[in-house]
């Protein structure tokens, strides 16, 4: 599978959940685009719930792995607007 059929498939999904009334963002609560590192998707009322109990998890693994950077983004081509995405 290449990466632009993983990312379409990808994002394909995230709009069904978006359309159905669902969120999707980062595992740090940023609003996701297929180019992030990380995902969390829900039906949308529990996920601020969701946030919270995940969130000591998450700063957990930072401190574990110094390198864990949630905030960067994979590679994204050039031209690409991600907040289109």
């Known amino acids: 599978m290449s990466r632009s059929f993983v990312r379409s498939f990808i994002f394909?999904?995230?709009?069904?959940v978006r359309e159905a009334g669902g969120r999707v963002t980062t595992l740090d609560g940023r609003d996701y685009s297929v180019f992030d590192k990380s995902m969390l998707a829900s039906n949308g009322r529990v996920h601020e719930e969701m946030m919270r109990h995940i969130e000591p998890r998450v700063a957990e693994l930072q401190e574990e792995h110094a390198g864990l950077d949630l905030q960067s983004k994979w590679f994204i081509p050039q031209g690409y607007d991600v907040k289109k995405l």
Do not use: N, P, T, Y
């Open 12 to 16: 394909v999904h995230l709009q069904m």
